[in-house]
């Protein structure tokens, strides 16, 4: 499928390298997106075989991470959720589940769903299914005009993944700003939950690790590394804490052992990786 912005097949990787892990829904989506080939066709097949090797870990730790974060919350909006299996995981469970991404990704997604979920044995009639809504991260008025009606006043988790690596610096800054006077506005409060801050060392071994195939999805989606990283955790924690949240830092790997991962966690490099992943909760 062509996609407006070339940032959007981004999507298909990610839902390619969970597929093997058993996360619901993540085959199925991969399935009817034609996940495989089409992140064969964005990095090459040697470079994927590597990535799903060395970084099959790195993403099914942050994916159960995130999720394990959010998983006290009855309302959640998730931004770039591209083809992630979440939403309909969470929406069979009775989240309120709302996932934004580009206007594209969105069809193609909800589409998707609505298969996934007529198919599902066993699900009864009707299953649950998240809403959609196509928003822009960078276009805030777009991001907080949405389906206000759709949550109450219970607290809200506003979450990402994967989301702020295609985002410049100040488009960053600005979204946090957002998010904080949102939730700040907000009657029921809520909180901000992200798996998206990496710094340079993280780069290093992505590098050392995959390099054939972090090279291949910057040039297709066309990303800026400067806007990748950051220059460390310090340098993440002021751009948040000057937004006005309090910041509250935990190590993936405390959420989710490499026990309970089921891609392959061997070598110095994927244990490093799996080290140093953090999930930062934002609040208000
Ligand atoms: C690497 S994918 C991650 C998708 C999903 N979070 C996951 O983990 O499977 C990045 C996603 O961010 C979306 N994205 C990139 N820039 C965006 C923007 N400015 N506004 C909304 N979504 C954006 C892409 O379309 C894509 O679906």
Redesign the pocket.
């Known amino acids: 499928m062509a ?1 407006k ?1 070339p ?2 097949q ?2 298909y ?3 390619h390298l ?1 597929a093997l892990c058993d996360i619901p829904f993540a085959a199925e989506i991969a399935d009817h997106v034609g996940a495989k080939a089409a992140s064969e066709r964005l990095v090459g097949s040697e470079h994927l075989a590597e990535a799903r090797c060395n970084l099959g870990a790195w ?1 099914e730790q ?2 159960l991470a995130l999720s394990k974060c959010a998983l006290p919350y009855r309302q959640i909006v ?7 299996p979440r939403g309909i995981d969470f929406a069979q469970r009775g989240v309120r589940y709302l996932e ?3 206007a594209d ?1 969105v069809a193609a997604k909800k589409a998707t769903v609505e298969w996934v979920a007529a198919r599902t044995p066993g699900a009864g009639p009707v299953l649950p299914v998240p809403e959609f809504c196509a ?4 276009d805030l008025d777009g991001l907080f005009a949405f389906r206000s009606g759709y949550f109450d006043r219970q607290k809200l988790a506003i979450i ?4 702020l ?3 410049a610096r100040e ?1 960053k800054q600005n979204l946090a700003r957002g998010i904080h006077r949102y939730l700040s506005g907000r009657l029921g409060g809520g909180v901000w939950i992200m798996a998206d801050v990496n710094t340079w060392r993280q780069e290093e071994i992505l590098q050392k690790l995959a390099s054939g195939f972090i090279g291949n999805v910057a040039k297709a989606t066309r990303q800026r590394l400067q806007d990748i990283y950051f220059e460390s955790f310090e340098e993440a924690h002021d751009l948040f804490s000057d937004a006005g949240f309090n910041i509250k830092k935990i190590p993936r790997a405390k959420l989710i052992s490499t026990d309970d991962l089921r891609s392959p966690t061997g070598g110095e490099l994927v244990r490093e990786l799996l080290e140093l992943g953090q999930i930062w909760i934002l609040s208000v």
Do not use: Q
């Open positions: 996609f912005n940032i959007s981004s999507a990787l990610h839902v969970r993403t942050r994916y998730e931004l770039g959720a591209g083809f992630s934004t991404d580009l990704i928003v822009d991260a960078r990402n993944e994967g989301l690596v295609y985002l488009d």
